[in-house]
């Protein structure tokens, strides 16, 4: 059974940086995609950020240039620097993985961007 455990949430100023981590447990296979998505109060889940296991990524409109995601596939483990945080950026921020016949989430972590 696959299990994906998120860490890095927390409260941040306006301008500031967090790094969000996610590592899958058993057997995810060489070919994968993953990535982050976020959902606010009263709006849908969006994507964030994908990687693929080949390399290819993608992001959402709204953090090119700031946010950049990363994975060591050694650790399964996929990351997310985000870097000039903004109050829109607040949200729950989950953790995805796409194999070829099954997705996995996991259970989120909160991203507060506040003064």
């Known amino acids: 059974q696959v299990q994906l455990v998120e860490s890095g949430g927390g409260l941040v100023q306006p301008g500031g940086s967090l790094r969000l981590s996610c590592a899958a447990s058993?057997?995810?296979?060489?070919?994968?995609?993953m990535g982050w998505y976020r959902q606010a109060p009263g709006n849908q889940r969006e994507l964030v950020a994908a990687?693929?296991?080949?390399?290819?990524?993608n992001y959402a409109d709204s953090v090119k240039g700031r946010f950049t995601i990363y994975r060591e596939n050694a650790k399964n483990t996929v990351y997310l620097q985000m870097n000039s945080l903004k109050p829109e950026d607040t949200a729950v921020y989950y953790c995805?993985?796409?194999?070829?016949?099954?997705?996995?989430w996991g259970k989120g972590t909160l991203v507060t961007v506040s003064s």
């Open positions: 995805k993985l796409l194999l070829p016949t099954t997705t996995y």
């Open positions: 990687i693929g296991s080949g390399g290819g990524i």
């Open positions: 058993g057997n995810i296979g060489s070919v994968n995609t």
